[in-house]
T-cell receptor, first 110, second 114 residues
Framework: TQLLEQSPQFLSIQEGENLTVYCNSS?????LQWYRQEPGEGPVLLVT?????EVKKLKRLTFQFGDARKDSSLHITAAQPGDTGLYLC??????????FGAGTTVTVRA | NAGVMQNPRHLVRRRGQEARLRCSPM?????VYWYRQLPEEGLKFMVY????????ESGMPKERFSAEFPKEGPSILRIQQVVRGDSAAYFC????????????FGEGSWLTVV
């Protein structure tokens, strides 16, 4: 059973379109992290959100942490083929353990 | 994730053999974590080690799996008598001594059991 549920599981869009990926849980997290993973590689940290209601922007990527610190979303504006990858959210459980969602596979077609 | 070195990157073992996966943390990092990723599943925590100590092994299968992080040398994840279900990507991550710091993942070791 996943502590964090990600949706959708797969997302295929055309270059230039926008997309949103969701990460939901019934548990409260002290922080939540978003990673991107490419085939055959390890996860690379994109952002950490800590405060309920927090919004962070990283170029065309916007991350939001829910007010209750149970959910988060990742929005990509004007997606590019380079955004293709597996997007993983992970909630911090205790001081060091991360609980990961199963991920959303994003494909951006040129 | 540059700096956390894992080897081998790919390993093929026959059922019943042993698999040893190595991880050298980033320079200055004394905390090491191992995660396992099965197809279409998220990464699952396995074990957290500091130099010469296992801090939390709650995610490790109770049999056949062991981990160590000696005073000198890399951390080792050892799987004895491998079975097909052990086929997965195994990721190591490291962090500096303080808690609450970001952890950095290596590029993974892909184990295939045939």
């Amino acid at each position: 059973t996943q502590l964090l549920e990600q949706s959708p599981q797969f997302l295929s869009i055309q270059e230039g379109e926008n997309l949103t990926v969701y990460c939901n849980s019934s548990s409260v997290f002290s922080s939540l992290q978003w990673y991107r993973q490419e085939p055959g590689e390890g996860p690379v940290l994109l952002v950490t959100v800590v405060t309920g209601g927090e919004v962070k922007k990283l170029k065309r990527l916007t991350f939001q942490f829910g007010d209750a610190r149970k959910d988060s979303s990742l929005h990509i504006t004007a997606a590019q083929p380079g955004d293709t990858g597996l997007y993983l959210c992970a909630g911090e459980v205790g001081d060091y353990k991360l609980s990961f969602g199963a991920g959303t596979t994003v494909t951006v077609r040129a | 994730n540059a700096g956390v070195m894992q080897n081998p990157r790919h390993l093929v073992r026959r059922r019943g053999q042993e698999a040893r996966l190595r991880c050298s943390p980033m320079k200055g990092h004394s905390h090491v974590y191992w995660y396992r990723q099965l197809p279409e599943e998220g990464l699952k925590f396995m074990v957290y080690l500091q130099k010469e100590n296992i801090i939390d092994e709650s995610g490790m299968p109770k049999e056949r799996f062991s981990a160590e992080f000696p005073k000198e040398g890399p951390s080792i994840l050892r799987i004895q008598q491998v079975v097909r279900g052990d086929s997965a990507a195994y990721f190591c991550a490291s962090s500096p001594p303080s808690t609450g710091n970001t952890i950095y993942f290596g590029e993974g070791s892909w184990l295939t059991v045939v």
